[in-house]
T-cell receptor, first 110, second 114 residues
Framework: QQPVQSPQAVILREGEDAVINCSSSKALYSVHWYRQKHGEAPVFLMILLKGGEQKGHEKISASFNEKKQQSSLYLTASQLSYSGTYFCGTEDFGNEKLTFGTGTRLTIIP | NAGVTQTPKFRVLKTGQSMTLLCAQD?????MYWYRQDPGMGLRLIHYSVGEGTTAKGEVPDGYNVSRLKKQNFLLGLESAAPSQTSVYFC?????????????FGDGTRLSIL
């Protein structure tokens, strides 16, 4: 079963902040985040492995709450280059593969 | 660095025709994956391989077959193409050690079945 991402789409002005959520009905081992620009391949952003772990990548960071089976991606002071569709991929225990969410389309306008 | 290369980039088929999509990686990765991407559906796993000579089914394997005869190549076959298989197909690979490794994606193959 695919993880649920929210919101499905969001439009921001440059400099505003955004939060993208990813929730699963299964206990999770790890959560991956990827960004895909229109017509291009998904690009890896970060992996969160442990419950409660937080990671940062420039102005993009994420948290993973193992107990709640969810992860959140935080985009701070968004830039035009952050536009794209963001996907979370979840790995539940005992699996060798990721299950991706349906994506969150982020549009940054000047 | 080439990374993950998919061939062809575009293809139009008629219903009932067969074809093979090729994925090649030069990073010595053990794990390889085939996904399809449809509007509003995200990435759905078709088949995957955890090493040379091994394959396994993903979420949506029906109508597809795969082979991993060489470590660097992962082939996806459509035996009898159907319009429902119109999609963008992505291949990905990752280093051994399970899923605490990022997946590296190819540029995709856009396939239309008429």
């Amino acid at each position: 079963q695919q993880p649920v991402q929210s919101p499905q789409a969001v439009i921001l002005r440059e400099g505003e902040d955004a939060v993208i959520n990813c929730s699963s009905s299964k206990a999770l081992y790890s959560v991956h985040w990827y960004r895909q620009k229109h017509g291009e391949a998904p690009v890896f952003l970060m992996i969160l492995l442990k419950g409660g772990e937080q990671k940062g990548h420039e102005k993009i960071s994420a948290s993973f709450n193992e107990k709640k089976q969810q992860s959140s991606l935080y985009l701070t002071a968004s830039q035009l280059s952050y536009s794209g569709t963001y996907f979370c991929g979840t790995e539940d225990f005992g699996n060798e593969k990721l299950t991706f969410g349906t994506g969150t389309r982020l549009t940054i306008i000047p | 660095n080439a990374g993950v290369t998919q061939t062809p980039k575009f293809r139009v088929l008629k219903t009932g025709q067969s074809m093979t999509l090729l994925c090649a990686q030069d990073m010595n990765h053990e794990y390889m994956y085939w996904y399809r991407q449809d509007p509003g559906m995200g990435l759905r796993l078709i088949h995957y391989s955890v090493g040379e000579g091994t394959t396994a089914k993903g979420e949506v394997p029906d109508g597809y077959n795969v082979s991993r005869l060489k470590k660097q190549n992962f082939l996806l076959g459509l035996e009898s193409a159907a319009p429902s298989q119109t999609s963008v197909y992505f291949c990905a690979s990752s280093y051994s050690g399970g899923l605490n490794q990022p997946q590296h994606f190819g540029d995709g193959t856009r396939l239309s079945i008429l």
